[in-house]
């Protein structure tokens, strides 16, 4: 079924795209926030490779990279207040600027959820396979997540998986949701509080620091930009909140709500679980130490026994599949939004606006996501489990392009009326602006930085850095794959379908 775009009428049942109204409130939209963000395995990824960047100022950088993002959370909420379209940065930034940045911003929007998909999905089935080895106490079992194979078809059948649940509607992933989200938490509160209580028994244990929360302490600006983007990464995906506005009730309002809410629990999340393993592992480079080049890349899989004790180290192996299977799953939510309301007002192709009559999700988009997802993971971990490393990398490049550019639009946008009131200068005005040129500093900083091959898995292209290439070639990709399709379908970019004055599809007060 597709359903033809409508001005808002007032009514709070409208379905502007065809999708299932009232179905997500405040708690669930913070869940499927926190949900994406995957707090569990987004810091067993993050806190070893941030240690190697800056060493005790790993909280600082936490709170460094909160920064820009509750700034960029300002200005999602203030466009979606005016315009609360399931397409977010896509359709606020062609409203705000023009359709070729706002193409650009939803392809760079897309690209970063299909990275974090196909990532997710092989974390999941690395933990799943040492779950299984911890229950059986069998090595071998736990070592069939390096078998290329094995690896690559259960990554398949996961994506698969958590293609199906999206399918079959957000009323079952928020369900879904309410178990992993809660179990993950769980998990890692009761993480946090063990390393703490072992702490003074553990052989790198270090006593806490005020100054571990100071970001003047690092050495150098480039070691900065470099543990920031790796900070971004780790709060990327609160904006799930937004992506189901046109589901959510209070499609105006709940939606910004949410989205600062999850910060907030994801920061208090972070800031205590860092200080907690730094407190008991410490930054050396050695055994348990976080600066372990060894296990920098999964620092949950070196602590769980020694913390939580042979008897309940399954639950931190446990938690970080759920964790990365849930997000796997919420994470599907964005992409097949972006797609639908790029579809519906002609930026896509036409199919890609389909809703099932039934489930009332983007059925055609879900499936797209699902396939580009299996199909980039295979096709990265065939290549080389180098260019898989580095595309990882880039996540950073594309994560300040569209969060970018989307706080610009608000400042652009609301240019008008920040002279109306305080309230308006500063949340429509000086704080998106704040976001927007910190997270450029970051892309300008990470752009710079990755020219060297030593920059992520250390490959190169003709002396270039591959994670400089991946970014900037993907980027480049969506520049032609643009410019091809305006040549077929350019009513989009004559701006006949999305203009400034468009009325937001949805509304209800």
Known sequence: MTVEQRPATGHADLRAKGLSTNSVGLLASVVLGVSSIAPVYALTATLGPTVAEVGLQMPAVFLAGFLPMLLVAYAYRELNRVAPDCGTSFTWTTKAFNPYLGWLCGWGALLATIIVLSNLAGVAVSFFYLLLGEVTGSEWVAGLGDDTLVN??????????????????????????????????????????????????????????????????????????????????????????????????????????????TMLVIIVTYLGVAIAVQVYAGVGTEGTGLGNPETEDNVFAALAGPVMGPGLAFLLFLAVVASSASSLQTTFLPPTRTMLAMATYGALPRRLAEVHPRFLTPSTATLVAGAGTAAFYVGMTLISQNVLIDTIYALGLMICFYYGLTAFACVWHFRRELRRSARDLLFKGVLPLLGALMLTAVFVQTAVDTLDPAYGSGSSVFGVGSVFVIGSGLLLAGVVLMLLWRRRHPEFFRGEMLRPDTPALVFDE
Request: glycine share 6%; aromatic share 12%.
């Open 152 to 261: 690559v078809l259960t990554c398949v059948a996961f994506v698969a998986l958590a293609t199906w649940i999206t399918y079959r509607g957000v009323e079952v992933t928020k369900r879904l949701q309410y178990v992993l989200v809660g179990f993950q938490m769980a998990v890692l509160a009761l993480f946090a509080v063990l390393a703490l209580v072992k702490a003074p028994d553990a052989a790198g244990s270090t006593s806490f620091d005020v100054s571990w929360l100071d970001p003047t302490a690092i050495p150098s600006f480039s070691a900065f930009t470099a543990g920031l983007s790796l900070s971004l990464f780790i709060y990327w995906g609160w904006d799930t909140c937004l992506t189901v506005n046109e589901e959510t009730a209070g499609s105006a309002r709940t939606p910004g709500r949410a989205a600062l809410v």
